[in-house]
């Protein structure tokens, strides 16, 4: 949407996400991000972290559930979404205002790990609708009938591939 304020944010969670399901049957998971930028200190000729800081995010439907299956506390992520203010009133009657990132896209960061991805089935479901699941449409990073060799780029296909050796 226009006039959105979307960012990235780089950082490990502090704890894993928390599925939960809204009244109306909607899936959210919760996390909180930690990001601690460094700088060079020329001075001492060393770096420094800079002050921490945490992030709470959400991600909702199919994508809250990946999330909380795939990620747990410590995991580089690298997560990008929109900032939102919400107000509250809390039990005692003091209104507090809290800044939070809905998430569109979290992913591990594969700077220091090395992970492994698997495609879920796909479900039945409105097709297109936001976080829900899409229709099928083919794998621009194999050759037709399955070949996952190198797909040469004059081809118009990304020059991608799966496998593990250099070619």
């Not at 990001?35 to 800079?50: H, K, L, V, Y």
């Not at 747990?72 to 005692?92: K, S």
């Not at 960061?109 to 899409?134: E, M, N, Q």
Request: charged fraction near 30%.
């Amino acid at each position: 949407m226009v006039g959105e304020t979307v960012i990235t944010v780089v950082g490990n969670l502090t704890d894993d996400p928390e599925l939960r399901l809204t009244p109306s049957g909607d899936t959210v998971a919760h996390f909180t991000v930690a990001s601690t930028p460094r700088t060079f200190d020329r001075q001492s000729n060393e770096w420094r972290d800079a002050e921490t800081l945490f992030l709470r995010c959400s991600v909702w439907r199919q994508e809250a559930e990946h999330a909380a299956e795939s990620l747990t506390r410590g995991t580089r992520v690298i997560v990008q979404g929109r900032l939102r203010q919400r107000t509250y009133e809390t039990r005692e009657g003091e209104k507090r205002t809290v800044i939070e990132l809905e998430a569109d896209e979290i992913g591990p960061s594969l700077r220091f790990a090395a992970v492994t991805i698997t495609k879920p089935p796909h479900t039945a479901g409105p097709a297109g609708s936001h976080g829900g699941p899409r229709p099928p449409t083919e794998d621009p990073f194999t050759r037709p009938g399955g070949d996952e060799r190198p797909v040469p780029a004059e081809s118009g296909q990304h020059a991608l591939h799966k496998e593990t050796e250099p070619f």
